[in-house]
């Protein structure tokens, strides 16, 4: 499975942004994906996550609930991650990832595929 994260860049704090990630190989083995973040000098963190296929649960970071949505399009292979009221202390390089096995979780361990990232940067 093969993930490319696209949409990061500039915005001004309390602004929004939209991520998209586009997996491609053998994507019906996929059960979910998730978004993590790391910002400079700061360990990986999880975002948020989304069921892949069946149904549609999904699970945030508290610290981006009510502000972040993770959501997904089957039909183009891509899960979006829109972020709104940014901070300047979200600065970071977001990445997608999804787990081999069948679960969908906020631990790191638990991702086999990860994506390059995308740089977000928001300014104050």
């Known amino acids: 499975v093969r993930l490319v994260e696209s949409g990061g860049g500039l915005v001004q704090a309390g602004g929004s942004l939209r991520l998209s990630c586009a997996a491609s190989?053998?994507?019906?083995?996929?059960?979910?994906m998730g978004w993590f973040r790391q910002a400079p000098g700061k360990e990986r963190e999880f975002v948020a996550a989304?069921?892949?296929?069946?149904?549609?649960?999904?699970v945030y970071a508290d610290s981006v609930k009510g502000r972040f949505t993770i959501s997904r399009d089957n039909a183009k292979n891509t899960v979006y991650l829109q972020m709104s009221s940014l901070k300047p202390e979200e600065t970071a390089v977001y990445f997608c990832?999804?787990?081999?096995?069948?679960?969908?979780?906020?631990?790191?361990?638990?991702?086999?595929?990860w994506g390059q990232g995308t740089q977000v940067t928001v300014s104050s």
């Open positions: 989304i069921t892949y296929w069946s149904g549609t649960r999904t």
């Open positions: 990832a999804a787990p081999a096995k069948q679960t969908m979780s906020s631990q790191i361990r638990d991702y086999d595929y």
């Open positions: 190989g053998r994507t019906a083995r996929l059960y979910a």
